[in-house]
């Protein structure tokens, strides 16, 4: 059983765009919500997160929206740049256990 | 400050053997995962840890997959014997905090190959 669903699997963006990555989830039970960056080779590295009594948080270039009622969240990244190139996975939490989504994987071409 | 620290980072091995993959935690951190990413599956959980103790094993998926922790910094994952699909990247990730809400700090992975 499938607890995160993500979309889309890849997507590409001119540099300067809006990237935007979304993710449903099923168990009402999650308290925690992350989004996690990785670049080839490595590991996942938090970008940031997201508890559900907030409806938006925001870190520089960097937005996640929460709808709680809809069990959705997303991920903005305004003004995406090639760095950004990467995947990126949203997460949910439940008892300090993580389930990852499927990952996106995001190009930005110059 | 040292992050997680995996090992072997590639590991190419033949169908039957066993292989064992190491992870040292941040310091100071409690809790311990064990993750498989995979094209078809992506990342999935084997197991967690929380103060040495394994919480939640139900993502291991048979019995040729044991997990260890024989102190509060290391971890081992032995697959014995190994099958071709197996073949994946094994991420070791610690957490502070046990049951509460926080960053996973991964290690660079273990790249497993089972000829």
């Known amino acids: 059983q499938q607890q995160v669903k993500q979309s889309p699997q890849s997507l590409i963006v001119q540099k300067g765009g809006i990237s935007i990555i979304n993710c449903a989830y099923e168990n009402t039970a999650f308290d925690y919500f992350p989004w996690y960056q990785q670049f080839p080779g490595k590991g996942p590295a938090l970008l940031i997160a997201?508890?559900?009594?907030?409806s938006e948080k925001k870190e520089g270039r960097f937005t996640i929206s929460f709808n709680k009622s809809a069990k959705q969240f997303s991920l903005h990244i305004m003004d995406s740049q090639p760095g950004d190139s990467a995947t990126y996975f949203c997460?949910?939490?439940?008892?300090?256990?993580?389930?990852f989504g499927d990952g996106t994987t995001l190009t930005v071409k110059p | 400050d040292a992050g997680v620290i995996q090992s072997p980072r590639h590991e190419v091995t033949e169908m039957g053997q066993e292989v064992t993959l190491r992870c040292k935690l941040i310091s100071g951190h409690n809790s311990l995962f064990w993750y498989r990413q995979t094209m078809m599956r992506g990342l999935e959980l084997l197991i967690y840890?929380?103060?040495?103790?394994?919480?939640?094993d139900s993502g291991m998926p048979e019995d040729r997959f044991s997990a260890k922790m024989p102190n509060a910094s290391f971890s081992t994952l032995k697959i014995q014997p190994s099958e071709p699909r197996d073949s994946a990247v094994y991420f070791c990730a610690s957490k502070k905090g046990g049951g509460i809400p926080g960053e996973l700090f991964f290690g660079e992975g273990s790249r497993l190959t089972v000829l």
């Open positions: 997460a949910a939490s439940v008892a300090g256990k993580s389930t």
């Open positions: 840890f929380n103060n040495n103790v394994p919480i939640d």
């Open positions: 997201i508890r559900p009594d907030v």
